[in-house]
Every structure is written in C-alpha cells, then in structure tokens.
C-alpha cells in the first residue's frame, strides 16, 4: 500500500528559531498533501493542503506567514515552523494518497516538536 | 463545513465486543474512513465505506448508513492492544484525502 514517511520523527528546537519538517510519499506522487496538528488529547486539526508548484491552503485561523509550506515535487511537501514558541509545541502530522476521488489517506509517523 | 460526533470515551473488556457509533453532517458525501491511533503515534487506516451495508475486515467491521449520516465500528474479540482513540472521518464533496476528524473515541479494554 501507500507509505508516506515523515521527518524528524521528533525535534526540540529553541524559541525563536525555525524548524523544517518534511513529508514524503515513497511510492506514489500526491498533487496534494495535508498538514494537521494535535495537541494533547485532542484530535487532529487540519492545518491546510500543500499543493505541489502552487501556493498551500491555509484553514481558517492557521497564519501561512509562521507555517511556510512548500511543495517543490510531486514527493515531497515541507512545513516550516518560523519562530517558533513554547505554544507551537504539539504533534504536527501530514498526509498524503494516490490520485483520484475515493483514494484513502495514509498518514506520516507524526513529529512532536518541542520548543524551549 | 462539517459535523462530527463520536462518543468521548468507552471502556469494554479483553474478549468482549464494542461498538462505536459515529453521526455526522457533511457538504457531499464521498465516503467515510474509520482510523485508529495510539497515544503518540499516527493514525493508521482501518476502513472506509462508501455504499451502504456492512464491511467486515477480520476482528473490524464498519457500517455506513448514507441516509441517516450513520456509521459505526465494531470491534469484536476484543485486545489489550486494541485501546486506543478511534477516529471516524467523513469525506465530503470533491473527494480527495483532506479528511476532517472529529474528536474521536478513547476506548480503553481492561482485563
């Protein structure tokens, strides 16, 4: 089946500095892939939809300027965390699946980022 | 937007049987996928049902009732290994994988 990998698998990182998380899908291309987050004991919440050679989707209330996505190729989507604070500490998740409109999403191993 | 309700918690016993009920509203309908995550980890796929009926898939089964905005998963033989939070996932218009998650289902199996 579809694998998408995730990485780091976990990061700390000091406030103020920026950390790049990637996601890739190892045996199929995906023109689009999700970013959600989730805190403790919360679910999921979709953060927006990286679309490969085009600007991402912010949802509602995400700033696209502290959450940079880029999505360069048909592999691989980033999501860059800039300046990052204690606040932004939490489980970040993307996903990703084959072309076409009954396709299921397979979801990265997750990174929980840690900011002091 | 969407609308998705799952009950918070549940507790059942090693062997035994559960169900978890999910309802919901979307915009469109274009499937619905039942998840299963462990504390910490991703979500890893379980189901989806798309038709009406009952999809059975070893000690998992879901049911999609399109009418009612209905589905359910059951568990059956219950396993330690089974707790974990269930998360029912409604696909609506325009198909694709942006999924949007309710706030899932904690079940804890006990002894």
């Known amino acids: 089946g579809a694998v998408v990998s995730q990485h780091p698998s976990w990061v700390i990182c000091k406030s103020g500095t920026s950390v790049k998380i990637e996601c890739r899908s190892l045996?199929?291309?995906?023109?689009?892939m999700f970013w959600y987050r989730q805190f403790p004991k919360q679910s999921l919440m979709l953060m927006a939809t990286?679309?490969?050679?085009?600007?991402?989707?912010?949802e509602q209330g995400v700033e696209k300027d502290k959450f940079l996505i880029n999505h360069a190729s048909l592999t691989l989507s980033t999501l860059t965390v800039t300046s990052a604070h204690p606040e932004d500490s939490s489980f970040y998740i993307c996903?990703?699946?084959?072309?076409?409109?009954?396709?299921?999403?397979?979801f990265g191993q997750g990174t929980r980022l840690t900011v002091v | 937007g969407q609308n998705i309700d799952q009950p918070t918690e549940m507790t059942a016993t090693e062997g035994a049987i559960v169900q978890i009920n999910c309802t919901y509203q979307?915009?469109?309908?274009?499937?619905l996928f039942w998840y299963q995550q462990h504390a910490g980890e991703a979500p890893t796929f379980l189901s989806y049902?798309?038709?009406?009926g009952l999809e059975e898939k070893g000690r998992f089964s879901s049911f999609l009732s399109r009418s009612k905005g209905y589905s359910y998963l059951l568990l059956k033989e219950l396993q330690m290994k089974d707790s974990a939070s269930y998360l029912c996932?409604?696909?609506?218009?325009?198909?694709?994988?942006?999924?949007?998650f309710g706030t899932g289902t904690q079940l804890k199996v006990e002894l």
């Open positions: 979307t915009s469109g309908f274009n499937g």
């Open positions: 045996d199929f291309q995906a023109t689009t």
């Open positions: 049902n798309v038709l009406d």
């Open positions: 990286s679309n490969e050679g085009s600007k991402a989707t912010y």
């Open positions: 996903s990703a699946g084959e072309q076409g409109p009954k396709t299921k999403a397979f």
């Open positions: 996932a409604p696909r609506g218009e325009g198909g694709g994988n942006k999924l949007t």
